[in-house]
């Protein structure tokens, strides 16, 4: 997946969990749960649609590395060229 | 009509999900109801065949009015002239401050009330969601009843600049049919809900505060190790120990758990805990996970998990509106150490929690950090004093402390 697509990907999972969010405006630098008004049962289920659509499956001690939109690019893409290699 | 929640004066019918003639026993879903703040799935406190249904779909009627008649089991089928018989809902509704009294002669049951319009459901809400007037609406169903299809016909002229082939889209709320509330009527008619519960709560119940940290060293510690053991999918939240904690808490202390109704507290013997969802758009509800302190911690994920989706969707059971007996209201994701709660009548008790962080914590003369909480306790002086509220308060703090017995 290039970071396009896991950007794709992660906005959207945010769609159906903020429904009435400006997603599309998501300042990739910022604080994610600030700007669309996570609570912790969104995180949590942000972290299982993240799985369902990918295969990684974050630990609770990572999610502070899956703060911004930019960070969670990163993170994840991170993940999946390390489940590449070993496979 | 039931009354669910105090703060709720009428409801309308959106469909019946049983029809005359059927059996139905205790616990079925027989109508869904709108009501100011949600949709609810009415369910049935009694057991029998479902005879007669008084108020069709798409009508609003108040709280106390006879929906349908059933006949209980042992019953004989009535004659003609309806005998004492239970009428759907408002049986279990305790918590009721006033429950108007309800007709004695039940309105007839057909449709054809001269003057009045004869309009399918799907058509009111088509209708609402269009703006159409449907007194000028022709009908062109069965018995000249207004149809969806005539209402879309008729919007069409009244609105030409409208492309004629887009097609009405129907939310479709589990296969069941979406409520009659646009999301901006929905959103007005809760304020005004909340509004009168609060209004209603600080008017007439005497608030008395407690607030203590909590340590949670020990409580997190373990969330984190259970947590590392799950996959994503069956991991806990922390606000699954605290609503385990009060709901123990409310067992042992049992002066906060119940109701205030005429002018006396009714202790409750089952603990179901209230907690407070908000809602994306604003508002907020309260339904209840029932008897939450018989229940492990993976059972109450589960509820809170199924209530948040279902809250945020708008679609709740009567049981969960009505009858929480001590309400739980966490902000602590939106980064606020300290809650001041307005007690949701007819309870007697709401507890608040604030964030959790780091905080300088002295114990056995050292000093360290701990991620620590703040805890409070808004409750009816009527009903209790300072001095059982401290002890509530306590309980909760010693339950947090031994996580694994949670």
Known sequence: MTDEEVKALLLRELRKIAPEAEVDEIEPAADLRQQIDLDSMDILNFMVAIHAATGVDIPEADYPKLTTLREAIGYLRGRMEGAAKLS | MPLLGADMEAG??????????????????????????ATIEVELFETGTLQSIIVPEGEKVPVGTVLALIRTDGEVAPPAEARPQVAVAPARVAPAPTIPVRPKQPPPVTPAVPGRLRVSPLAVRVAIELGVDLSTVRGT????AITAADVQRAAKVAIPEKPPSVPVEVPEVKGRRAPTMSPAERHAAMRKAIAAAMARSKREIPHYYLGTWINLSRAMAWLEAENLKRPVTERLLYSVMLLKAVALASREIPDLNGFWIDGAFRLSEAVHVGVAISLRQGGLIAPAIHDLDKKGLDEIMGNLRDLVKRVRAGVL???????????????????VETV???????????????????????????????????????ADHRASDGHRGALFLAAIDRHLQEPEKL
């Not at chain 2, 309308?12 to 703040?37: C, F, N, S």
């Not at chain 2, 309400?327 to 602590?332: D, E, F, M, N, R």
């Open chain 2, 141 to 144: 169903g069965q018995g000249a």
């Open chain 2, 340 to 378: 001041f709660g307005i007690i949701y009548p007819p309870q007697v008790a709401l507890v608040g929690f604030g964030k959790i962080s780091e905080h300088p914590w002295a114990a056995n003369g050292m000093i360290g950090t701990k991620p620590v909480m703040n805890a409070t306790l808004a």
């Open chain 2, 12 to 37: 309308t019918i959106v469909q019946w999900l049983k029809k005359p003639g059927d059996a139905v026993k205790r616990g079925d879903i027989i109508a869904v109801i709108d009501t100011e703040k």
């Open chain 2, 317 to 335: 059971r009567s049981s969960e509106i009505m009858d929480a007996t001590i309400t739980v209201t966490s902000l602590g994701d939106q980064g």
